[in-house]
């Protein structure tokens, strides 16, 4: 399992969260791919993804926060 390199974007706490703990989050692991703890929605969202768009039984749906992702798009690299 590949590790965390780093959290992209601003800390929940920088965000507004009052404890730190409890608010979405996007991490880069080292092998180049993102974590991202977020709402699971898989159940709710499912059924309305577009055609074209599909989840493996081991993939789940999350959702965060717009201003979540807004504030990590300066971290995210380019390639």
């Known amino acids: ?4 390199l780093r959290r992209i974007g601003a800390s929940p706490r920088e965000r507004g969260s009052v404890n730190g703990a409890t608010c ?3 991490f880069e ?3 180049g791919n ?17 055609s074209d768009a599909a ?4 993939e789940r749906i999350v959702v965060i926060s717009r201003e979540t992702l807004v504030r990590a798009k300066a971290d995210i690299p380019d390639v």
């Open 1 to 4: 399992m590949s590790k965390i």
């Open 24 to 26: 979405p989050d996007i």
């Open 29 to 31: 692991l080292e092998d």
């Open 34 to 50: 993102f974590a991202v703890i977020g709402t699971e929605a898989t159940a709710d969202l499912d059924s309305h993804l577009p």
């Open 55 to 58: 989840r493996a039984d081991y």
